[in-house]
């Protein structure tokens, strides 16, 4: 006799009003049309929609004065305004603001505000709760892929960062936050159908109105998506390079042995609008005795050969029992000097929210994937259903 769970008779749970916040003008249409409106109506809606959300910022559909009173009625009965929860929200001695956001039970992500960073004020948002690359330097490496996040997840990581700013509406100028870096949790490139869609949301200029040549997309590498990244986005492109040659990239970011050195630049090169105003940034995290001597800031330079780029060298960030350290300063010095001298402009990122662990490759959630099995057992140890039946 085997006792299993039939879990196709668990009552289902009771829906609770979802939130219009993040939701991109298709989405907006196609929850109007689920109301019962026709084509245009709820075109129309939508629009009016997203610039109360995503320009004013609204949080209660009561304010919404264009719209008409049964149909406000009918919006405040079946959806709400709200965020997802921040389960945590830190401030760095140096002004860097990190935000642990639960966007539903056991799926939390980090992202992270840094002032004086881009125009004004940059936010490095996450794609992915966990990351699928392993690569050795980084902390969310160490963490198992969870779920991509959707394109209004990706949005409410803007929508947060604006509550706690006070930057409602939208500002035509003086903004403290004018740029999105797509440098947080998660390989964006293998989540490209939702961050396409978050980030026409994010350049709506009727709603938040980040221009797109504000938001940066970092990709450790999946050659390729990296041209059609450029034409559905026209983002701008950043490569977590980190190595010049292929034995050491294949160990410090994985994904090079599927796409190696050669491919990821072929891909680089057919990246539409590349030009002088229009670069590529490479990332590069100097790694004590790993990557950072001179022959390897000539040999970056050898690489980078025809690519309008910058380069950004990148001290490598600590974390809890990471296997590396960051360079001297002296090196990093040394190696920027050759970049200097061979003309690029390469800056060295100073390391912002390291108090706080909100440093380049320092995030990581505690969640978990779980597998069908804990799911069960979950649901079994809370006794909210799960049908036992014994089988002879
Ligand atoms: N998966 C994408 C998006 C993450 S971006 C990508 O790899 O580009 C995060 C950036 O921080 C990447 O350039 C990453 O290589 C870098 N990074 C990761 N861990 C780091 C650390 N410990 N110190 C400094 N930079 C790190």
Same mark, same amino acid.
Not at 25 to 32: D, G, S
Not at 116 to 135: H, P
Not at 178 to 195: A, H, R, S
Not at 374 to 381: G, I, P, S
């Given at each position: 006799?085997?006792?299993?769970?039939?879990?196709?008779?668990?009552?289902?749970?009771?829906?609770?009003?979802?939130?219009?916040?993040?939701?991109?003008?298709?989405?907006?249409?196609?929850?109007?049309?689920?109301?019962?409106?026709?084509?245009?109506?709820?075109?129309?809606?939508?629009?009016?929609?997203?610039?109360?959300?995503?320009?004013?910022?609204?949080?209660?559909?009561?304010?919404?004065?264009?719209?008409?009173?049964?149909?406000?009625?009918?919006?405040?009965?079946?959806?709400?305004?709200?965020?997802?929860?921040?389960?945590?929200?830190?401030?760095?001695?140096?002004?860097?603001?990190?935000?642990?956001?639960?966007?539903?039970?056991?799926?939390?992500?980090?992202?992270?505000?840094?002032?004086?960073?881009?125009?004004?004020?940059?936010?490095?948002?996450?794609?992915?709760?966990?990351?699928?690359?392993?690569?050795?330097?980084?902390?969310?490496?160490?963490?198992?892929?969870?779920?991509?996040?959707?394109?209004?997840?990706?949005?409410?990581?803007?929508?947060?960062?604006?509550?706690?700013?006070?930057?409602?509406?939208?500002?035509?100028?003086?903004?403290?936050?004018?740029?999105?870096?797509?440098?947080?949790?998660?390989?964006?490139?293998?989540?490209? +159908?939702? =961050? %396409? /869609? #978050?980030? !026409?949301?994010?350049?709506?200029?009727? $709603?938040?109105?980040?221009?797109?040549?504000? &938001?940066?997309?970092?990709?450790?590498?999946?050659?390729?998506?990296?041209?059609?990244?450029?034409?559905?986005?026209?983002?701008?492109?950043?490569?977590?390079?980190?190595?010049?040659?292929?034995?050491?990239?294949?160990?410090?970011?994985?994904?090079?042995?599927?796409?190696?050195?050669?491919?990821?630049?072929?891909?680089?090169?057919?990246?539409?609008?590349?030009?002088?105003?229009?670069?590529?940034?490479?990332?590069?995290?100097?790694?004590?005795?790993?990557? +950072?001597? =001179? %022959? /390897? #800031?000539? !040999?970056?330079?050898?690489?980078?050969? $025809?690519?309008?780029?910058?380069?950004?060298? &990148?001290?490598?960030?600590?974390?809890?029992?990471?296997?590396?350290?960051?360079?001297?300063?002296?090196?990093?010095?040394?190696?920027?000097?050759?970049?200097?001298?061979?003309?690029?402009?390469?800056?060295?990122?100073?390391?912002?929210?390291?108090?706080?662990?909100?440093?380049?490759?320092?995030?990581?959630?505690?969640?978990?994937?779980?597998?069908?099995?804990?799911?069960?057992?979950?649901?079994?140890?809370?006794?909210?259903?799960?049908?036992?039946?014994?089988?002879?």
């Amino acid at each position: 006799m085997s006792t299993t769970l039939d879990l196709s008779r668990r009552p289902a749970p009771l829906p609770g009003p979802r939130t219009l916040a993040g939701l991109s003008i298709p989405a907006l249409r196609a929850e109007m049309e689920s109301l019962g409106l026709d084509g245009k109506q709820a075109g129309m809606r939508a629009k009016q929609l997203r610039r109360w959300i995503h320009h004013f910022g609204a949080r209660d559909f009561a304010v919404m004065t264009d719209i008409a009173k049964d149909l406000r009625a009918r919006l405040a009965d079946t959806y709400v305004l709200d965020r997802p929860e921040i389960a945590d929200h830190q401030v760095s001695k140096d002004g860097t603001q990190k935000w642990l956001t639960r966007f539903a039970p056991g799926v939390e992500g980090e992202s992270v505000y840094i002032p004086d960073v881009g125009k004004a004020g940059a936010l490095c948002v996450s794609s992915q709760v966990g990351c699928t690359l392993n690569c050795t330097f980084c902390h969310t490496g160490t963490q198992a892929l969870v779920r991509n996040l959707t394109a209004a997840e990706i949005v409410q990581q803007v929508l947060i960062t604006r509550d706690t700013l006070g930057e409602w509406p939208s500002a035509e100028e003086d903004r403290l936050l004018t740029n999105i870096v797509f440098m947080g949790m998660g390989e964006p490139l293998y989540n490209l +159908d939702n =961050i %396409a /869609e #978050a980030i !026409d949301t994010i350049s709506d200029g009727d $709603g938040i109105a980040i221009g797109r040549r504000r &938001i940066t997309v970092s990709t450790a590498g999946v050659a390729p998506k990296i041209p059609e990244l450029g034409a559905r986005t026209n983002a701008m492109l950043a490569i977590s390079l980190h190595a010049t040659n292929d034995d050491l990239r294949n160990e410090l970011v994985p994904i090079n042995r599927k796409y190696n050195l050669a491919e990821l630049f072929d891909a680089i090169r057919a990246y539409p609008g590349l030009g002088n105003s229009r670069r590529v940034t490479f990332e590069y995290v100097m790694l004590k005795g790993v990557n +950072d001597t =001179i %022959a /390897e #800031a000539h !040999d970056l330079v050898r690489l980078l050969n $025809g690519v309008p780029a910058k380069i950004n060298l &990148i001290p490598f960030n600590p974390w809890p029992g990471s296997p590396y350290e960051c360079s001297g300063w002296d090196a990093i010095e040394a190696f920027a000097e050759i970049l200097n001298r061979s003309g690029y402009a390469s800056p060295i990122r100073t390391p912002r929210g390291r108090d706080i662990l909100a440093a380049c490759g320092q995030l990581r959630s505690e969640s978990v994937k779980k597998s069908a099995a804990e799911k069960r057992r979950e649901a079994l140890a809370e006794g909210e259903a799960g049908v036992l039946r014994s089988e002879p």
